[in-house]
């Protein structure tokens, strides 16, 4: 009797550890997550060669920040990252396009039409004042530069306010400097003037050449990437721990109970997922890459996308709207309110217009609902068009800052950020020899760009192929 129980036992025993060896599997790179920056990371081992990879996506689609969708007769709608920025050849998103064909059309910053709040198109001469009110603050930027160590914690929020004392606006003069402001600054980092570090939001290069725009989609060039490469991505896959104990194998675990064991492992998870703590590493991080966390801003820009009856809009590329932002003596007011609208009527011939929303006011948008956001773009629209103009027969709302698997759309540097974009380079630092790390945070020169995230993988992985060579 005893030996057949201990027989059972044994057999049980058995049974128990080779299901939780088939839950286990080994490979020499696990690529955590299949956006820009992995795919390229995959797409470079394979083709050095290294072939036992396997890259792990919490989503059930590959791209990340990258989603092109088509739910109105074939026009490519961009949730996520719409175009290229620079582009010129040597943009690395620029060489893909021309290999795989992809027909792209340029944007041209000039082909705007500019409203105040009132809806009244304002003349040139009072948009060279206001564009002569930011050179006025891009000046005094360079001069707190110069004292770097003084202004070390300054933020752009700070720099405008004192010239806005300094020259004694008025509110009018105002609603030009805070357009521009967040036009140029707050649009491009996605992060409010608040939370951007003066002396050093714009340490970053660029590209040359104009934007491009995919006229199919970016999603051409996601899928171009991963054309090859189907086999090695496991979609579903949410990560909730990764153990590097032991370097040479380390251990990514899956809140569906699965285990991935690789010699390395590139983490490309979004910085705004990393903020959170919702993956745990084993041991904790290094300060230094924990402290470059708590320097960056995980921004948030969003899209209003609307389809309407019949085009009412004027026929340029863009249109903006000049909100009545002030200073109240306290904080900024109507600061970024619907600054911008693309026609892309202009390139699909659609009575399409998206309004592109960031920093603070993304933010507020999000908790919002729908009907209550389409009824604040439609009260802008008709402060501009009239009382007569149709509402849109459908739209689509992105909100990225509530993303479970982003969290936000792109990285900056707040004022307390260390000088020469440090930070990022501390993000972009291999933990114990084997832990890497890719993405649009992991890159000094190219931050909170495509194809920042695109060179960060290619980096990832040719660091790989070198310490296995050697």
């Known amino acids: 009797m005893l030996k057949r129980i201990l027989i059972i036992i044994f057999l049980i025993f058995s049974q128990t550890l080779q299901a939780e ?49 088509m739910p109105w007769k074939e026009v490519p709608i961009e949730l996520g990252a719409g175009i290229i920025h620079g582009g010129d050849q040597s943009n690395p998103l620029m060489k893909l396009a021309k290999k795989w064909h992809l027909a792209t059309a340029s944007l041209d910053s000039h082909s705007s039409s500019f409203y105040n709040s009132k809806g009244k198109e304002i003349s040139d001469a009072i948009d060279t004042s206001y564009e002569e009110l930011y050179l006025d603050f891009e000046k005094l930027v360079e001069k707190k530069r110069r004292d770097n160590k003084k202004n070390a914690k300054l933020s752009v929020s700070d720099v405008v306010l004192e010239l806005i004392n300094q020259k004694h606006l008025n509110k009018k003069l105002q609603h030009g400097l805070l357009y521009e402001i967040s036009d140029k600054i707050e649009q491009e980092y996605a992060a409010d003037i608040h939370n951007l570090s003066a002396l050093w939001y714009d340490n970053e290069d660029n590209f040359p050449g104009k934007e491009k725009l995919l006229l199919h989609g970016y999603n051409d060039l996601v899928n171009g990437l991963a054309k090859n ?63 470059a966390m ?39 007011v109507n600061k970024g309110e619907w600054l911008e609208f693309d026609n892309l009527n202009y390139f699909f011939h659609q009575p399409i217009l998206s309004a592109i929303v ?77 832990l890497l790390f890719a993405g649009e945070a992991t890159t000094n020169l190219y931050p909170a760009t495509v194809y920042g995230a695109y060179l960060s993988g290619d980096r990832a992985a040719k660091e790989i192929i070198n310490m296995d060579q050697n």
């Not at 948030?300 to 019949?310: E, T, V, Y």
Request: hydrophobic share 40%; charged share 25%; with cysteine.
């Open 358 to 434: 960031s920093a603070d006011f993304a933010k507020n948008l999000e908790d919002k609902k729908d009907t209550e956001i389409i009824q604040s773009v439609m009260k802008t629209l008709k402060t501009i068009y009239g009382e007569k103009i149709p509402a849109p027969t459908s739209y689509v709302i992105t909100r990225w800052g509530k993303d479970p698997y982003s969290e936000g759309s792109y990285s900056s540097l707040r004022p307390e950020a260390l000088e020469d974009g440090k930070d990022y380079l501390n993000m972009a630092k291999t933990v114990a020899g084997h």
């Open 21 to 69: 060896k088939d839950r286990i599997a080994r490979y020499k790179v696990i690529i955590i997550g299949a956006g820009i920056a992995g795919l390229e990371a995959g797409h470079y081992l394979q083709k050095h060669g290294v072939n036992n990879y396997i890259i792990l996506e919490a989503r059930n689609r590959i791209g990340g920040r990258i989603s092109t969708i």
């Open 229 to 291: 490469m189907k086999a090695h991505i496991l979609l579903n896959q949410v990560v909730t721990k990764v153990n590097y104990q032991n370097s040479e194998a380390i251990v990514v675990s899956t809140d569906n109970n699965r285990n991935f064991i690789g010699e390395y492992v590139i983490c490309t998870l979004p910085l705004g997922v990393l903020k959170t703590g919702r993956v745990k590493f084993v041991p904790e991080l290094p300060r230094n890459k924990i402290i």
């Open 294 to 332: 708590e320097h960056l801003n995980m921004g948030i820009m969003n899209k209003i996308i609307m389809l309407f009856p019949r085009v009412f809009w004027d026929s340029e590329q863009f249109i903006s709207y000049i909100s009545p932002a002030y200073w109240s003596g306290r904080n900024w």
